[in-house]
């Protein structure tokens, strides 16, 4: 047993799952790629919280949706991806795209309506998107993007390109036919594609188990598609960095796609107007028992990592969430040139003559 | 210069464009092995192998998806819907995603890719296999809307929508596929957004698309042996839209006339009508006159499709009693 900042008491793995039902990847995780996952959840943490105090400040408008909880599986294959991959997120995104290595003031300032955003404050938080580090969209409408990442594979599977397709989703969409028509058909043309299930346990409100027929609601599908059943903790960064390295690696050499169940938990609600009151108490304090980045900062220290040295990543972080939060604050909101450009890839938007 | 019939000329499109650019791939269900359930594919697949021409499961997200994925990390797809009605089972692809993520993204990413697709009526086949949904597209800024007439304009469009950046909508008008046309021997490529005038007259204007083209003409001809030269107008691309030549036509002439296989709620007829009145009111003699199928869902019995759809005699009789009145 660790103990947590707050003095609960940890669990030795994730609450209601039996350990034995869990993929247990081969290999082990050296340091320094564990100081970079750290870094990675911490920044993600540190970066979400930071976008809750400015929705309550009304700086964020519209809607946004926090990773709060599950930033190991973002991070893990933020480390595991190479540079050429893509990366294909839904609206709970943030984390998905700071994993790339897009620029911190780039998301905040999307978050904020800003020109300094990474879609010139065109997308908003459910769309972010920056190719140049390979994210190649966030998705707002459940399913879609499962097919548009199997679309991005067979490109690179066309021309030879030595890249992999990864997409993100949640438990939810695993009811939704665009899961299944994706699945399928990334199977029959065995493309370099890795569909990664984040169950949080929630589609939206309702729990994933009371509107679901199988237990695991990706993991109990894949046999449906000829693929390896994977259910894997989604808190352990370790775990998740061996099993997207493995899944990673066989799409790269022709091995076809993956289907990976994450279970994991958000500790916020789904969206900035849900307070996940629906969730049993019992229940959110034993995921907050097992916090992705309680256990790793544990698990760091007990492989000798120096306190100040995971001190100093946190540090490094808030300094780096201040700066993206000063500078969105002072971009300036976009104009009239913005609004009207960029529908045809011509930059105009014209229709007629 | 060879006779071709329009479903000809679709495999004789997609062959140009394919053998020009190896990134021009293409996918659908039964467009490979079957040659089309149209019979517009036939011979692709032996010619270009199953690596460029891929028969699909019938996923038609899954189709668009590919097509949209694909097409944003470097491919120029094509991909096919098969009757344009099953539209409504992926349109999150064309609506929310194909159409608004070049905006979106403030222009990271475009689509230059095809999506073509069986559309309209007269085949008997009721009302979920005969709809003409140009529309739909229409609607939705970020697409392009191609409906081509005839032979020569199949392949002349076609190649200008796959060469074009953006995504383009290309309606196929199935009652079409057996009509045949002129068309010129060698690579023929067209421009989207032009507007194509047939026929002059000095009396009134008809515009059409598509299976309604020739049935203007028909009903053009019919009605000069009654003293009214009406000239017709082929639109031939909703998106972009030639404005310019549908104003000077119909300002020579001071009459409107839009002939639309769709039903009558919010066709583009009705775009056309809206931007005449407020752009050349002062040209017309008399109000601007929309034949169109009525607002109701196509019937499968040839006798009812046949008075749903607008036929030249409805537009004979239409025009004519418009004109002397």
Same mark, same amino acid.
């Given at each position: 047993?660790?103990?947590?900042?707050?003095?609960?008491?940890?669990?030795?793995?994730?609450?209601?799952?039996?350990?034995?039902?869990?993929?247990?990847?081969?290999?082990?995780?050296?340091?320094?790629?564990?100081?970079?996952?750290?870094?990675?959840?911490?920044?993600?943490?540190?970066?979400?919280?930071?976008?809750?105090?400015?929705?309550?400040?009304?700086?964020?408008?519209?809607?946004?949706?926090?990773?709060?909880?599950?930033?190991?599986?973002?991070?893990?294959?933020?480390?595991?991806?190479?540079?050429?991959?893509?990366?294909?997120?839904?609206?709970?995104?943030?984390?998905?795209?700071?994993?790339?290595?897009?620029?911190?003031?780039?998301?905040?300032?999307?978050?904020?309506?800003?020109?300094?955003?990474?879609?010139?404050?065109?997308?908003?938080?459910?769309?972010?998107?920056?190719?140049?580090?390979?994210?190649?969209?966030?998705?707002?409408?459940?399913?879609?993007?499962?097919?548009?990442?199997?679309?991005?594979?067979?490109?690179?599977?066309?021309?030879?390109?030595?890249?992999?397709?990864?997409?993100?989703?949640?438990?939810?969409?695993?009811?939704?036919?665009?899961?299944?028509?994706?699945?399928?058909?990334?199977?029959?043309?065995?493309?370099?594609?890795?569909?990664?299930?984040?169950?949080?346990?929630?589609?939206?409100?309702?729990?994933?188990?009371?509107?679901?027929?199988?237990?695991?609601?990706?993991?109990?599908?894949?046999?449906?598609?000829?693929?390896?059943?994977?259910?894997?903790?989604?808190?352990?960064?370790?775990?998740?960095?061996?099993?997207?390295?493995?899944?990673?690696?066989?799409?790269?050499?022709?091995?076809?796609?993956?289907?990976?169940?994450?279970?994991?938990?958000?500790?916020?609600?789904?969206?900035?107007?849900?307070?996940?009151?629906?969730?049993?108490?019992?229940?959110?304090?034993?995921?907050?028992?097992?916090?992705?980045?309680?256990?790793?900062?544990?698990?760091?220290?007990?492989?000798?990592?120096?306190?100040?040295?995971?001190?100093?990543?946190?540090?490094?972080?808030?300094?780096?969430?201040?700066?993206?939060?000063?500078?969105?604050?002072?971009?300036?909101?976009?104009?009239?040139?913005?609004?009207?450009?960029?529908?045809?890839?011509?930059?105009?938007?014209?229709?007629?003559? | 210069?060879?006779?071709?019939?329009?479903?000809? *000329?679709?495999?004789?499109?997609?062959?140009?464009?394919?053998? +020009? @650019? &190896?990134?021009? $791939?293409?996918?659908? !269900?039964?467009? /490979?092995?079957?040659?089309?359930?149209?019979?517009?594919?036939?011979?692709?697949?032996?010619?270009?192998?199953?690596?460029?021409?891929?028969?699909?499961?019938?996923?038609?997200?899954?189709?668009?998806?590919?097509?949209?994925?694909?097409?944003?990390?470097?491919?120029?797809?094509?991909?096919?819907?098969?009757?344009?009605?099953?539209f409504a089972v992926c349109w999150d692809l064309v609506?929310?995603?194909?159409?608004?993520?070049?905006?979106?993204?403030?222009?990271?990413?475009?689509?230059?890719?095809?999506?073509?697709?069986?559309?309209?009526?007269?085949?008997?086949?009721?009302?979920?296999?005969?709809?003409?949904?140009?529309?739909?597209?229409?609607?939705?800024?970020?697409?392009?809307?191609?409906?081509?007439?005839?032979? *020569?304009?199949v392949i002349g469009l076609f190649a200008a929508a796959? +060469? @074009? &950046?953006?995504? $383009?909508?290309?309606? !196929?008008?199935? /009652?079409?596929?057996?009509?045949?046309?002129?068309?010129?021997?060698?690579?023929?490529?067209?421009?989207?957004?032009?507007?194509?005038?047939?026929?002059?007259?000095?009396?009134?204007?008809?515009?059409?698309?598509?299976?309604?083209?020739?049935?203007?003409?028909?009903?053009?001809?019919?009605?000069?042996?009654?003293?009214?030269?009406?000239?017709?107008?082929?639109?031939?691309?909703?998106?972009?839209?030639?404005?310019?030549?549908?104003?000077?036509?119909?300002?020579?002439?001071?009459?409107?006339?839009?002939?639309?296989?769709?039903?009558?709620?919010?066709?583009?007829?009705?775009?056309?009508?809206?931007?005449?009145?407020?752009?050349?009111?002062?040209?017309?003699?008399?109000?601007?006159?929309?034949?169109?199928?009525?607002?109701?869902?196509?019937?499968?019995?040839?006798?009812?499709?046949?008075?749903?759809?607008?036929?030249?005699?409805?537009?004979?009789?239409?025009?004519?009693?418009?004109?002397?009145?």
């Amino acid at each position: 047993m660790t103990s947590t900042t707050d003095g609960t008491a940890a669990t030795a793995g994730p609450p209601g799952i039996d350990p034995g039902t869990l993929h247990h990847p081969e290999g082990s995780v050296e340091v320094p790629t564990q100081l970079a996952l750290y870094r990675q959840m911490v920044r993600m943490r540190k970066f979400e919280t930071r976008a809750y105090d400015l929705f309550m400040e009304n700086l964020v408008k519209g809607t946004s949706h926090l990773s709060l909880g599950q930033e190991a599986i973002a991070a893990a294959f933020g480390e595991a991806m190479e540079q050429q991959d893509y990366t294909f997120a839904t609206y709970r995104g943030h984390a998905h795209t700071l994993a790339r290595g897009t620029s911190m003031t780039g998301v905040m300032g999307e978050l904020l309506g800003r020109t300094c955003g990474v879609l010139s404050g065109k997308g908003g938080s459910m769309h972010l998107t920056d190719v140049s580090h390979g994210v190649m969209g966030s998705y707002a409408i459940v399913g879609a993007h499962l097919t548009i990442a199997l679309g991005a594979a067979w490109s690179a599977q066309y021309l030879g390109e030595r890249r992999v397709a990864v997409a993100f989703f949640g438990d939810g969409t695993t009811n939704i036919g665009a899961f299944h028509e994706a699945l399928n058909l990334a199977a029959v043309w065995k493309l370099p594609v890795v569909f990664v299930c984040e169950n949080n346990m929630y589609m939206e409100y309702t729990p994933i188990r009371a509107v679901t027929a199988v237990a695991n609601p990706a993991a109990d599908r894949a046999a449906a598609y000829g693929l390896a059943s994977i259910l894997v903790d989604g808190n352990d960064a370790d775990a998740m960095y061996l099993t997207a390295r493995e899944c990673l690696d066989r799409a790269r050499d022709g091995g076809g796609p993956s289907l990976i169940e994450a279970r994991t938990y958000r500790s916020s609600g789904h969206s900035r107007a849900d307070p996940g009151k629906y969730r049993p108490d019992a229940e959110v304090a034993a995921w907050k028992g097992y916090d992705p980045i309680v256990i790793y900062r544990a698990r760091l220290m007990g492989r000798g990592v120096g306190e100040a040295d995971l001190d100093a990543i946190e540090e490094t972080a808030d300094g780096d969430v201040e700066t993206a939060t000063v500078s969105a604050k002072a971009s300036p909101a976009p104009g009239a040139d913005d609004l009207m450009r960029d529908v045809w890839s011509d930059g105009g938007w014209s229709w007629r003559n | 210069m060879a006779e071709l019939t329009y479903r000809d *000329a679709v495999a004789r499109a997609i062959t140009q464009e394919m053998e +020009r @650019d &190896p990134k021009v $791939v293409f996918l659908g !269900e039964d467009v /490979g092995g079957a040659g089309g359930v149209f019979k517009a594919t036939v011979g692709l697949l032996e010619r270009f192998g199953p690596e460029r021409v891929r028969d699909t499961p019938i996923s038609e997200q899954a189709i668009l998806g590919a097509a949209m994925g694909a097409a944003m990390t470097g491919l120029r797809p094509i991909a096919e819907i098969m009757f344009a009605d099953f539209f409504a089972v992926c349109w999150d692809l064309v609506a929310n995603q194909i159409a608004k993520s070049s905006y979106m993204t403030a222009g990271q990413v475009s689509f230059p890719l095809v999506i073509r697709s069986g559309n309209g009526g007269g085949l008997r086949f009721g009302a979920q296999h005969s709809q003409s949904v140009e529309n739909w597209a229409m609607a939705i800024p970020g697409l392009k809307v191609v409906a081509p007439s005839n032979p *020569a304009d199949v392949i002349g469009l076609f190649a200008a929508a796959v +060469r @074009d &950046p953006d995504p $383009v909508m290309f309606f !196929e008008h199935k /009652g079409l596929y057996s009509t045949k046309g002129e068309v010129p021997d060698g690579e023929i490529v067209d421009t989207l957004g032009s507007a194509k005038v047939l026929r002059s007259g000095a009396d009134a204007t008809i515009v059409a698309l598509a299976a309604m083209v020739p049935r203007a003409v028909a009903a053009a001809e019919a009605l000069a042996q009654r003293g009214i030269e009406a000239g017709v107008i082929d639109v031939r691309s909703l998106v972009p839209l030639d404005t310019q030549t549908i104003l000077r036509e119909v300002a020579a002439t001071g009459r409107l006339f839009t002939v639309e296989e769709n039903p009558r709620l919010c066709g583009w007829g009705a775009e056309i009508v809206s931007i005449v009145a407020e752009e050349c009111f002062n040209y017309l003699d008399g109000p601007p006159l929309r034949i169109t199928t009525p607002h109701i869902p196509l019937p499968s019995a040839d006798a009812l499709e046949d008075m749903a759809i607008p036929s030249t005699e409805r537009i004979v009789t239409v025009i004519e009693r418009a004109m002397k009145s």
